[in-house]
């Protein structure tokens, strides 16, 4: 926009910040919540890490952060809810039912991360 004077360094912040601010919100991308009951099912996140960091601090999920399992102690996945049924990618944020499709995700076919299964199958 040539009214506005923000810079980024990175393509990827400046592409951000020109969907965030610079499009109506009738053509942002929406990320709703899909647990039942969950008013952000109603009022969509606009950004992905958004609803991911809503799993997992709201819901409780075992979503790891990326690249930092030294962060998830024995005390973090006392706190998680897990779900035997199925998990959820922490790539595309789907979840996938384990009686269908094991760990792997059906959409995306990123693999669940091995601490998750461990506590999945105890």
Not at 39 to 53: N, S, T
Not at 54 to 78: A, F, I, P, V
Request: overall charge positive.
């Amino acid at each position: 926009m040539k009214d506005c004077a923000k810079s980024f360094r990175r393509k990827a912040d400046l592409e951000r910040h020109y969907n965030q601010v610079h499009i109506s919100s009738e053509l942002k991308k929406k990320f709703p919540c899909d647990w039942k009951k969950c008013q952000r099912g109603r009022d969509p996140f606009h950004r992905r890490d958004h609803q991911r960091d809503h799993y997992r601090d709201y819901h409780m999920e075992d979503l790891m952060r990326r690249g930092s399992s030294s962060r998830e102690d024995q005390k973090w996945w006392n706190t998680r809810k897990i779900i035997p049924d199925w998990w959820r990618c922490t790539r595309c944020l789907e979840r996938v039912k384990v009686e269908e499709h094991g760990y792997v995700c059906s959409i995306c076919r990123a693999p669940c991360e091995q601490d998750r299964q461990f506590f999945r199958t105890q």
